[in-house]
């Protein structure tokens, strides 16, 4: 008895002794640093995804060592992209679980998208491909305002300098999401103005929820044309209806004005908290004629306006889509 005791003793500290050495042990295994590489368990992946039916797509691969790999998706149309990155060596739903989402706009959209998984630090690196279907698409959280999908609604307004051109444009794969966007296009010598659209909320309001400190205004932007640092930028205008008598009165109610300046010529999320709408960019007070509380619930307008260099001599070119309101976190394209 005493005998058997000893044994396992000696046995649990053996094996004691072994797992402390695997967690202690600083840096990469030796099979992770001269090991073959190897795929032990290769990628399935069905032809169609529906993310809309609540579906997502798990990269199931085992493989024979911990090395770097990378899994790219890319839109067939919109180009679109999603990448996981990691170096488990067992990739799964843990680690790379695709539920339809883009890293930035534009969004996926219902079409072919291919998988390219790629081993960099391997012989040769290695790359495998594959493709699935793409044939619903991920929900949105948040309260859309528009995503321009359906026309140019009847409670809207627009501004449009008369040597531009500003409307709703589908089909040309050019939207941030979905196949229509907001396009301006024309040469303006006189004036920074090039055109405006204003979403005025329908007779029943946006509906949006009442706590400005965790909503967030989220809004695709590209600039084309008449780029660059200092040279262009979108303009804001949230108007509430502080005494709730249905319109708004420039003179006695709140205009919340913010700014967007050029960044790059990539689609871009305008992405800020609805109640930092009352500060300007220096964290001062802004100016405001009403009772200068961002209230979501009194939102009754919202004006996006483009504006650019007069004097590059050049045309003005910019696009705007899916202006969404998310709680809590920014959207996610
Ligand atoms: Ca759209
Ligand atoms: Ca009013
Ligand atoms: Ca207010």
Known sequence: MKKLLYISL???????????????????????????????????????VNFSAGESVAFNMEISK?????????????????????????ISLENANWKGGADKFPSFGLEKSYVTIRFPNEDGEPTFTDSITITGLKKDEGTLITSFEDGFKSDWASFNQTTVSGSITCSDDNAAKGDCYYKWDGLVTWDWA???????????GFDLPPNANNLFFNM???????????????QFWFDEDDNGDGVFNEATEDRFIYEYWYENDQWNLIS????????????????????????????ISINVFFLANKDSGIKSEAYADHIIFTENETYKP
Do not use: H, Q
């Open 10 to 48: 000696l046995f649990l500290l053996i094996v004691s002794c072994r797992k402390n050495d695997e967690d202690t042990i600083e840096g990469p295994s030796l099979n992770d640093l001269y090991g073959p590489f190897s795929i032990l368990d290769s990628l399935m992946l069905y032809e169609n």
């Open 220 to 234: 695709g932007n590209k600039m084309v044309s008449n780029k660059g640092i200092k040279n262009c930028f979108i």
């Open 66 to 90: 911990k090395t770097n790999w990378e899994i790219e998706i890319v839109g067939a149309s919109t180009g679109a992209k999603r990448k996981f990155m990691g170096s488990d060596r067992i």
């Open 194 to 204: 090039v055109g405006s659209v204003t979403i005025n909320a329908p007779e029943s």
């Open 272 to 299: 800020f908290k609805y109640s930092d709408l009352k500060d300007d960019s220096d964290g001062n007070l802004l100016e405001v004629k009403g009772n200068g509380l961002p209230e979501p619930a009194k939102l």
